[in-house]
């Protein structure tokens, strides 16, 4: 089953090489550009990735133009700041793959010496809260790894093209009846700073999408 991998892309350059050499076989990865102004694009082809640009900022834009140049029949998304291990893909894709599961979520769990600041993590679990009751999907994480069938995400037709795009994944997916799991998955230092976890206003930022996501019908923008 051929598996693809949308890694939105925004100044990335140091931390692509590593990120890129420990994708398993099999797993296609598709860089999506989002206005690096680095050497993110140039790096990632040398080493053989699809590289799509996108230039209209948004984490959401970025993960759909991603989507739409993918063909796998299963589509896999997770950061591209190394702070996840690609090599772990294989645990949030195989229910996928074997039927046991519509969408996977790979649950972060932080190593010693990962940084997952206070702010993030309350508003994490805020979110969960707030899903749980909405969906009854109990969560403990809307974690950035993630897997599902493209054909059936299509069909989703998801709105959001900010930092409300992956919950309006999960309550459109819970809405359409998907069975919806986690898994544990390593959360590792990241190289360099997070443009929305490593700050407070980038993190109420993140929940601000969401929460207009959660407030409306359809869970869409």
Sequence with gaps: MKIDVVLPCLDEETALPWVLERMPDGYRPIVVDNGSTD????VAAELGALVVSEPRRGFGA????GLLASSGEVV??????ASLDPGQLPRVTEPVVSGRADLMLGRRVPVPGAAWPLHA???NAFLGRRLA?????????IGPMRACRRADLLALNLADRRFGYPLEMVLRAADQGWRIAET??????RAGRSKVTGTVRGTLRAIGDMRKVMSEPGGAR
């Design 39 to 42: 050497g993110s694009a140039r």
């Design 62 to 65: 970025a993960c759909h133009a």
């Design 76 to 81: 896999c998304f997770m950061d591209a700041d």
């Design 121 to 123: 993590r309350l508003g």
């Design 133 to 141: 009751g909405r969906t009854g999907t109990r969560l403990r994480d």
């Design 184 to 189: 544990g998955v390593d959360y590792l230092p």
